[in-house]
């Protein structure tokens, strides 16, 4: 007994899908493959698995202890894909440096990290998304924008909010500022976890001006339109880079282009996990989810990793968080409901033959597997919860709405 | 049941610092009177505010919150540092201060019983963890749920790890404090999804909480 108790366990933060959430799931994942190809990004399929060092730059950030390593038969260290930008960077490097520019790929697959905070309690994640290789400007920032809206939209969610930030900002204001290197660093953590508390306590203690102090703290406060950009130029002090606030500007003005600035929210105080970032950056939030639904932004020296200097800008979506929500908002996608063909001992090729009629005319069939009565397939029909009966006797079909009476 | 979107809900802790944190959240303009009057109750409702509280015990606010079930939640710094959740922590409000302590036996000399283990017995074994592996002691965790101060008189533990306040319930067991590991007051904590989706209503009233707390302490003086 207590070997099966054993057997029939599975590890911490990963789960199995049921019927009707995993065709959900597949439902959602398909939708978003589609618009993504609408917007002509190809899908592209990279390993599960690759080597360690391709990773590099994923372990230097703040993955290093949440990977899957295992060695291979050599004893050379694997990691399980933790992140999909790195692999299709790789892919690019190899297969699509040499142009036509830009590239735009899409992917949709398993990621797997011991859990770390910003993802919730799972092990393995399935993500979406798309990466934009070989363009610099803003218009390919705001093209992954509007296109993470545009996803978010019609898969249902009732409300959501992409917060949109520039990584250099606040690296720009807090040098300008004379923080040292290392405090810049710190700042930059506190404003990651949005520990305005310790920030404020942290603040206070350093040796710069007063008017550099009353700057900082103001940057919480720095959410809103395209208006907040302003009042952000007047806290940077006089001769220092205003480049990101320009970017921003010109990324507003194509999401307005595209109607969906009423999704966004600037928030200059936002800062990704992932260093490779190093222009706008982006997360998309909704009701009562403490964590990102998605995410992305401009990543320009990261494809010098595979000897290769693009500039790059992606983002991605999970598509469990996405299911976790659109469950608690009642906003599933509907599957089809099947129709049940049975039959009497003489009615079998003619059942047969109906049913594949249907089911290239794309309904869902279920054919019983041996002869019954009517009454019992009525029966039967209605605990697969079939919406309909299709019941052969010879050359007779019998048609009955399941849910209703005979018709 | 998740309230609806336009609705702001925070979750409060029931006790000692319901009073002076309904004070402060009046002293900020907010209609707290429907609260005061009945406590049996566990969820208030706002109409015109569209605001809705929940008192909820200490220990379990971080988790109301990080589910969304409340947007936001006021919360003693040592449950947050304890449960160490992925929440936002916007303002300290600077009520129910006290410290967190180590503290043992006066006129104790030995903490490790002539070996090399220390048994620390505490309300907040993550903490007491953490802080025992800096200092590179080896510690043995011990988790009680109250009257700590009994486990050094009983010899179950060497020293304690403790909320001190006035320091009185330590002196009437014959306890010192030894060492302020952190100093604590309540904060207002954030989901992040709400912090980004109702940002304005979020904003607003961290605004008010903060001018009010200005009022009250002249808090920015010291930036």
């Given at each position: 007994?207590?070997?099966?108790?054993?057997?029939?366990?599975?590890?911490?933060?990963?789960?199995?899908?049921?019927?009707?959430?995993?065709?959900?799931?597949?439902?959602?994942?398909?939708?978003?493959?589609?618009?993504?190809?609408?917007?002509?990004?190809?899908?592209?399929?990279?390993?599960?698995?690759?080597?360690?060092?391709?990773?590099?730059?994923?372990?230097?950030?703040?993955?290093?202890?949440?990977?899957?390593?295992?060695?291979?038969?050599?004893?050379?260290?694997?990691?399980?894909?933790?992140?999909?930008?790195?692999?299709?960077?790789?892919?690019?490097?190899?297969?699509?440096?040499?142009?036509?520019?830009?590239?735009?790929?899409?992917?949709?697959?398993?990621?797997?990290?011991?859990?770390?905070?910003?993802?919730?309690?799972?092990?393995?994640?399935?993500?979406?998304?798309?990466?934009?290789?070989?363009?610099?400007?803003?218009?390919?920032?705001?093209?992954?924008?509007?296109?993470?809206?545009?996803?978010?939209?019609?898969?249902?969610?009732?409300?959501?909010t992409?917060c949109l930030g520039h990584v250099g900002f606040l690296e720009i204001l807090l040098?300008?500022?004379?923080?040292?290197?290392?405090?810049v660093?710190k700042v930059k953590q506190l404003f990651n976890k949005k520990d305005f508390v310790t920030l404020k306590?942290m603040v206070?203690?350093?040796?710069?001006?007063?008017?550099?102090?009353?700057s900082i703290m103001q940057i919480p406060l720095l959410r809103g339109?395209?208006?907040i950009l302003?009042k952000a130029?007047?806290l940077l002090?006089?001769?220092?880079?205003?480049?990101p606030l320009?970017?921003l500007?010109?990324?507003?003005?194509?999401?307005?282009?595209?109607?969906?600035?009423?999704?966004?929210t600037i928030d200059l105080s936002m800062v990704r996990m992932?260093?490779?970032y190093?222009?706008m950056v982006f997360e998309?939030y909704?009701?009562?989810?403490?964590?990102p639904?998605?995410?992305?932004g401009?990543?320009?020296?990261?494809?010098?990793?595979?000897?290769?200097?693009?500039?790059?800008?992606?983002?991605?979506?999970?598509?469990?968080?996405?299911?976790?929500?659109?469950?608690?908002?009642?906003?599933?996608?509907?599957?089809?409901?099947?129709?049940?063909?049975?039959?009497?001992?003489?009615?079998?090729?003619?059942?047969?033959?109906?049913?594949?009629?249907?089911?290239?005319?794309?309904?869902?069939?279920?054919?019983?597997?041996?002869?019954?009565?009517?009454?019992?397939?009525?029966?039967?029909?209605?605990?697969?919860?079939?919406?309909?009966?299709?019941?052969?006797?010879?050359?007779?079909?019998?048609?009955?709405?399941?849910?209703?009476?005979?018709? | 049941?998740?309230?609806?979107?336009?609705?702001?809900?925070?979750?409060?802790?029931?006790?000692?610092?319901?009073?002076?944190?309904?004070?402060?959240?009046?002293?900020?303009?907010?209609?707290?009177?429907?609260?005061?009057?009945?406590?049996?109750?566990?969820?208030?409702?706002?109409?015109?505010?569209?605001?809705?509280?929940?008192?909820?015990?200490?220990?379990?606010?971080?988790?109301?919150?990080?589910?969304?079930?409340?947007?936001?939640?006021?919360?003693?710094?040592?449950?947050?540092?304890?449960?160490?959740?992925?929440?936002y922590e916007l303002l300290?409000?600077?009520?129910?201060?006290?410290?967190?302590?180590?503290?043992?036996?006066?006129?104790?000399?030995?903490?490790?019983?002539?070996?090399?283990?220390?048994?620390?017995?505490?309300?907040?074994?993550?903490?007491?963890?953490?802080?025992?592996?800096?200092?590179?002691?080896?510690?043995?965790?011990?988790?009680?749920?109250?009257?700590?101060?009994?486990?050094?008189?009983?010899?179950?533990?060497?020293?304690?790890?403790?909320?001190?306040?006035?320091?009185?319930?330590?002196?009437?067991?014959?306890?010192?404090?030894?060492?302020?590991?952190?100093?604590?007051?309540?904060?207002?904590?954030a989901?992040p999804?709400?912090y980004q989706?109702?940002a304005?209503?979020v904003m607003?009233?961290v605004?008010?909480?903060?001018?009010?707390?200005?009022?009250?302490?002249?808090?920015?003086?010291?930036?």
């Amino acid at each position: 007994m207590t070997e099966v108790l054993q057997r029939i366990q599975i590890p911490e933060g990963v789960r199995d899908l049921l019927p009707d959430l995993a065709g959900q799931k597949r439902k959602l994942e398909e939708l978003i493959q589609q618009i993504f190809s609408r917007w002509g990004y190809r899908e592209v399929s990279t390993p599960a698995f690759e080597y360690s060092d391709n990773f590099m730059t994923d372990l230097k950030d703040g993955l290093e202890n949440s990977v899957y390593r295992f060695p291979d038969e050599q004893g050379r260290m694997l990691v399980l894909r933790p992140d999909f930008t790195l692999p299709i960077a790789r892919v690019v490097a190899v297969h699509f440096a040499e142009g036509p520019l830009p590239v735009r790929l899409c992917y949709s697959g398993e990621i797997f990290r011991y859990a770390a905070g910003l993802q919730g309690k799972q092990r393995e994640l399935t993500q979406a998304g798309v990466e934009l290789m070989g363009d610099g400007t803003a218009g390919s920032d705001a093209e992954v924008i509007a296109l993470a809206a545009e996803v978010l939209q019609k898969t249902g969610l009732d409300e959501f909010t992409l917060c949109l930030g520039h990584v250099g900002f606040l690296e720009i204001l807090l040098t300008a500022y004379d923080l040292l290197p290392q405090d810049v660093e710190k700042v930059k953590q506190l404003f990651n976890k949005k520990d305005f508390v310790t920030l404020k306590e942290m603040v206070s203690k350093l040796k710069i001006s007063r008017q550099a102090k009353e700057s900082i703290m103001q940057i919480p406060l720095l959410r809103g339109g395209v208006e907040i950009l302003d009042k952000a130029q007047a806290l940077l002090p006089p001769g220092a880079d205003a480049q990101p606030l320009e970017i921003l500007r010109e990324i507003w003005s194509v999401l307005e282009d595209y109607m969906v600035t009423q999704f966004v929210t600037i928030d200059l105080s936002m800062v990704r996990m992932m260093n490779y970032y190093t222009g706008m950056v982006f997360e998309g939030y909704t009701n009562g989810l403490g964590y990102p639904l998605c995410g992305g932004g401009r990543y320009d020296r990261l494809l010098a990793n595979f000897g290769c200097e693009l500039p790059a800008v992606g983002f991605a979506v999970s598509l469990d968080h996405l299911l976790t929500v659109l469950t608690r908002q009642r906003k599933l996608p509907e599957l089809l409901e099947p129709l049940f063909v049975a039959y009497n001992d003489s009615g079998r090729e003619k059942a047969v033959a109906a049913a594949q009629i249907l089911r290239r005319q794309g309904a869902v069939v279920i054919v019983d597997l041996q002869e019954s009565t009517y009454e019992e397939a009525f029966k039967s029909g209605t605990e697969k919860g079939a919406t309909r009966l299709l019941y052969c006797a010879g050359e007779d079909i019998i048609d009955a709405d399941l849910d209703g009476g005979q018709e | 049941m998740l309230a609806a979107n336009d609705w702001l809900t925070i979750a409060l802790a029931k006790g000692r610092i319901l009073p002076p944190t309904l004070e402060l959240f009046t002293a900020a303009g907010i209609n707290c009177s429907p609260i005061e009057s009945d406590t049996r109750k566990l969820i208030f409702r706002l109409e015109t505010e569209k605001l809705q509280f929940i008192l909820a015990k200490p220990t379990d606010i971080p988790t109301y919150v990080e589910y969304g079930v409340a947007d936001l939640g006021v919360v003693g710094k040592d449950i947050l540092w304890e449960q160490e959740k992925e929440l936002y922590e916007l303002l300290d409000l600077k009520l129910g201060a006290c410290r967190l302590s180590a503290a043992h036996k006066a006129g104790q000399t030995d903490f490790t019983r002539g070996g090399t283990v220390t048994y620390v017995a505490t309300k907040y074994p993550n903490i007491a963890k953490r802080h025992y592996l800096k200092k590179g002691r080896q510690v043995e965790i011990i988790k009680l749920h109250g009257s700590i101060e009994l486990a050094p008189l009983l010899n179950l533990a060497d020293v304690i790890v403790d909320l001190v306040s006035t320091g009185k319930t330590l002196r009437e067991n014959n306890l010192v404090e030894a060492e302020v590991i952190a100093r604590i007051t309540a904060r207002l904590v954030a989901n992040p999804g709400s912090y980004q989706v109702k940002a304005k209503r979020v904003m607003t009233l961290v605004q008010q909480l903060e001018k009010a707390l200005q009022k009250r302490c002249g808090d920015d003086k010291n930036l």
